[in-house]
């Protein structure tokens, strides 16, 4: 999102730095992004926002909207997707359900 919000060339020390993150951190959602087709990478290594097709375009819109709506919702998905495992240990210790 960041990326996406302000659209210019983004240097990897630039990301780490607004995102208080990693460099692995960084560099590994970034070659994500890229094979997911939602950022160019170029060759002096600035990140930028821009996906593959009007089709990804919309679904990073609805993906924003259904985060703006039901962020706990969201992340369940983005850690599920992830490790199961983590998932059913997280779920032992809810209270309630979304």
């Known amino acids: 999102m960041l990326l996406k919000r302000d659209r210019k060339p983004w240097t990897q020390d630039a990301i780490v730095e607004a995102m208080r993150a990693s ?16 950022v160019t990478v170029g060759e002096g290594g600035e990140a930028l926002f821009a996906p593959s097709s009007e089709d990804v375009a919309k679904l990073i819109e609805e993906a924003e909207a259904l985060f703006a709506k ?17 998932t059913a240990f997280a779920d032992a210790f809810r209270l309630g359900r979304d």
Do not use: C, F, K, Y
């Open 23 to 38: 460099q692995l951190v960084v560099s590994q959602a970034l070659e994500s992004l890229v094979a997911a087709g939602l």
């Open 70 to 86: 039901r962020p706990d919702t969201v992340r369940r998905l983005i850690v599920a997707a992830s490790s199961p495992n983590l």
